[in-house]
């Protein structure tokens, strides 16, 4: 540019600056349309990370014990996944069920059954999970991988997670599709897949289920899924119940869904009580938590996303001991249960921290045995940190 300046004529040079005269403006406006422009560049918006999991479960006849395991793990792995912060916020929360293996299933869907979609929706899960029953036969471990890959809502959010487990006990090869190319169709959409072989470890490595982790750019892990979970009781499970059956008087249905929902939402602190104790008293610190959300039933929780809902609700979607009320009454009313739940959230919360910290201390005497609670844990907080996530107990 300089040269070609130099070779320019000087009246060339004077027509140039009259042109980016005009160019930039006249009669004294010339910073005006800047200021104007700029005072219209909207902020970037942040999206909110996401972590995505898909359950792949082995339903086959063999398979009661992954199938307890995953009853009893599960409130533990959401709890899990709720330490987990991108840049000082909690990430959204969406898990997927599938099961695989089962003669109950159709052949011409290679045996394998969506449960569930991806979903914040963690009753459903649990209600599906424990619905789950074993039954004989075939295990295509890279077509479901195929079908949860193709099937899913996977986000494409450049700050989320997406994680698939697989979870049984037959050879990884089984099956007219290709593991290898189910796997680099996944990764090809970040999808990150992590084996999890009910066996021992040689057996894991001849069956290429750490082939398919490593392929699949994940963790590996052996469990013995026929061994019972081995919980630690604590001094402050009862204290966490207590203010667990509190809070569920916070929620009010509402809608056609309203009543059911908070039904299954008792049912499902039944199953989780009928594993274990300790397992009743995780379920409750997920609820305390705001991963557990159920704002398509629960007014409290719908208020917080849309405060004129109260004004569009028809009569007959409200409850029947509200239907006779006046707006003023109930929108006192979810204030007070939302108030009620915010402080046993919080108390609960402190009671998780110290009950936590009694597990640690208790855990290190013990060599307690890996599970599938563990294998998922462990893996999902490594993964996390290496995609720049934080763990915050």
Known sequence: MKTAFMKTKMQGLGLLLISATVLLGCNNTTAQPREEESSTVKPTVEKESKIQVALLLDTSNSMDGLIDQAKSRLWNIVNTLTTLKYEGKTP?????????????????????????????????????????????????????????????????????MKLIYIAGNEAFTQGTINYKEAIATALQNKIFINTIFCGNQAQGISGLWKDGADKGQGKFFTIDSNAAVQYINTPYDDQISICNDKMNDTYIGYGSMGESKKMNQMEQDKNAESVSYANKTERAISKSKKVYTNTNWDLVDKVKQDKDVLAKLKKEELPKEYQNKTKEEINAIVAQKTQQREQLQKEIAELAKKRQEFIDAEAKKKNTQDDLGDAIGSSIVSLAKSKGFTLEK
């Open 92 to 160: 959204d929360i969406e898990i997927a069920l599938y099961e695989y293996g089962n003669d109950n299933l159709s052949e011409k869907s290679n045996f394998i059954r969506q449960v569930t979609p991806l979903t914040t929706d963690l009753d459903l899960i649990s209600e599906k999970l424990f619905a789950l029953k074993t039954n004989g036969g075939n295990e295509y471990c890279g077509a479901v991988i195929q079908d949860a890959t193709n099937q899913l809502k996977w986000d494409d959010g450049a700050v989320n």
